[in-house]
Nanobody, 123 residues
Framework: EVQLVESGGGLVQPGDSLRLSCAAS????????IGWFRQAPGKEREGVSC????????YYADSVKGRFTVSRDSAKNTVYLQMNSLKPEDTAVYYC????????????????WGQGTPVTVSS
């Protein structure tokens, strides 16, 4: 069974950091693009970052550039999203998703999705 499982979310204060993980099972992430998305209450799901597993090319939304870093561990079949200098507007459920060969910050191309992990940034 193909699965993506996110973990690492939680409640933090503004300025804090979190590292999210996206672990794949049932398939290997080689030749996939892994995207991170988030959805805040009442808002549409938006792309945050993406990494191509074959060459580690990375892409970021303007809202997170310089604060978030996406990385991979091919041996563990896992992708990470390091989130620094968190802001209240980063509060959302964060999802990872997989698509063959490409990266995209739009939801349409993606084939597989995780269940999401909530992140709350509040003082």
């Amino acid at each position: 069974e193909v699965q993506l499982v996110e973990s690492g979310g939680g409640l933090v204060q503004p300025g804090d950091s979190l590292r999210l993980s996206c672990a794949a099972s049932g398939f290997t992430l080689n030749n996939y693009g892994i995207g991170w998305f988030r959805q805040a209450p009442g808002k549409e799901r938006e792309g945050v970052s993406c990494i191509k597993m074959n060459d580690a090319s990375t892409y970021y939304a303007d809202s997170v550039k310089g604060r978030f870093t996406v990385s991979r561990d091919s041996a563990k079949n896992t992708v990470y999203l390091q989130m620094n200098s968190l802001k209240p507007e980063d509060t959302a459920v964060y999802y990872c998703a997989a698509v063959h060969f490409i990266c995209a910050l739009s939801t349409g191309p993606y084939d597989y999705w995780g269940q999401g992990t909530p992140v709350t940034v509040s003082s």
